[in-house]
């Protein structure tokens, strides 16, 4: 991705003039930041942020309910703190995003991290590259 255009907007004075093509070029630069983090919003979501509580603990599907249907997609990160307060990490797999699908945990699968980060008997200095993995018959197999 390129980075966000500038306005091409020079600065003005009170009472100086704005054109039509100040306009415009501000226009340009705030639409491009909207999709911008619009694609952001669709790519990740921590459902304690989306439901204001910061220590809350979720279930997954209580979790995956908290973001709203039109910031959903495949391959979203979820993350939310779990029992435990242990910060949970989640990717969604499924084919469709509505709510029985976005719900059911058949649809998700976890992501270690987040347990490796915040396990007293692990220490996140300690975590070695375990290779690379592709997702294929429900489940995650290593490439290498």
């Given at each position: 991705m390129d980075l966000i255009p500038?306005?091409?907007?020079?600065h003005k004075n009170p009472g100086d003039i704005i054109t039509a093509a100040d306009i415009n070029s501000i226009n340009d630069t705030v639409n491009t930041l909207v999709a911008v983090v619009n694609g952001f919003l669709r790519k990740w979501g921590d459902a304690n942020l989306e439901a204001g509580v910061s220590k809350r603990e979720f279930t997954l599907s209580e979790a995956a309910m908290q973001i709203p249907l039109a910031r959903r997609s495949v391959g979203m990160k979820l993350k939310f703190f779990n029992a435990g307060q242990v910060y949970a990490e989640y990717y969604y797999k499924g084919n469709t995003l509505d709510d029985n699908s976005w719900a059911n945990p058949e649809n998700w699968f976890a992501s270690n991290l987040g347990?490796?980060?915040?396990?007293?008997d692990e220490n996140i200095n300690n975590i070695v590259d375990g290779g690379e993995w592709v997702w294929s018959n429900n489940q995650a197999v290593r490439t290498e």
């Open positions: 500038k306005t091409t907007v020079t347990a490796a980060i915040n396990s007293e």
